[in-house]
C-alpha cells in the first residue's frame, strides 16, 4: 500500500474522510504537487508544511481539509469560495469534489504564495481553478452567490461581505480568535438566519 493510501485509511479510521466523493478526491490529488521541494518526501505525514514566501504560510494538515469539507457538505455542482488559497492543494481537492458542473474561486493576498499555488494547480492540471492575488476579506461577488465558502485564515470575526456572498442556503467554515488559537466554526445560513457551530479548535495564520 502507498503513503496516500495509508494516509486516506487513517483519516478514514479517525472519522476525519467519511463521505466517498470527498474520499475520492484524496486519492486523486497528488499533494506532493504542492509542496515545496524539500519538504516533498513528507507529503502524506497529516502535518502542515512551509511554502513559500516561508514566513507563516503553510499547506495545511491533510485532516484539515477533511474536517472542513465534510463539515460544509461539499459536493458535485457547487459554486465553492476558497479564501486562503496556500499551496492550491485545498483548491485542487475542491476542484475533483465539485465536478464539471462546478465552480473554485479562490483567493490569496500573499502574491509569492499566491504564484506559488497557481504554478502548482496549473502544473497538476487544474486550470479551470479560478485563483485571485487580492484582500480575501471581501470575498469575490463576480460569481456569488456561492454554496460554500471555506477561510483558512484567522478571523476576529466573519466578514460581512462573506455572509453577503454566502448563498441561501450556504454553509461556511472560518477560524474565529486570537493568533494563538481559533475555534474553527460552521455557519449556516438558512434565508436570513444564521446558526453558528463550533467544529474544533485550530491554529491559522491571521486574515490579512
Known amino acids: 500500500m502507498d503513503e496516500r493510501k495509508r494516509l486516506i485509511e487513517r483519516l478514514i479510521e479517525e472519522g476525519y474522510l467519511k463521505s466517498p466523493h470527498i474520499i475520492k478526491a484524496f486519492n486523486k490529488v497528488k499533494r506532493e504537487l504542492f509542496m515545496a521541494e524539500k519538504y516533498k518526501k513528507y507529503a502524506y505525514a497529516d502535518l502542515p508544511f512551509p511554502i513559500p ?6 499547506i495545511s494538515a491533510p485532516h484539515t481539509y477533511a474536517i472542513i469539507y ?3 457538505q461539499l459536493k458535485k455542482g457547487d ?3 476558497e479564501i486562503g488559497t496556500g499551496s492550491g492543494y485545498g483548491a485542487a481537492l475542491a476542484r475533483e469534489i465539485v465536478g464539471k458542473k462546478g465552480l473554485v474561486v479562490t483567493i490569496e493576498v500573499v502574491k509569492e504564495t ?7 494547480l ?5 486550470r479551470d481553478v479560478i485563483i485571485i492575488n487580492a484582500d480575501g476579506k471581501f470575498g469575490h461577488p463576480e460569481f456569488s452567490p456561492y454554496d460554500k465558502i471555506c477561510v483558512t485564515a484567522a478571523a476576529k470575526e466573519i466578514p460581512p461581505a462573506l455572509i453577503e456572498q454566502l448563498g441561501k442556503k450556504g454553509r461556511l467554515v472560518i ?3 486570537s493568533n494563538i488559537t481559533q ?3 460552521l455557519l ?3 434565508n436570513n438566519k444564521i446558526n453558528k457551530k463550533i467544529l474544533t479548535y485550530v491554529v491559522y495564520v491571521p486574515l490579512v
Do not use: H, S, W
Open 53 to 58: 514566501p516561508y514566513t507563516a504560510q503553510t
Open 70 to 72: 465534510e463539515a460544509i
Open 79 to 81: 459554486k465553492f469560495l
Open 114 to 120: 499566491y504564484e506559488f499555488a497557481r504554478k502548482n
Open 122 to 126: 496549473e502544473k497538476a492540471g487544474y
Open 175 to 177: 477560524p474565529l480568535g
Open 183 to 185: 475555534k474553527l466554526v
Open 188 to 190: 449556516e445560513k438558512e
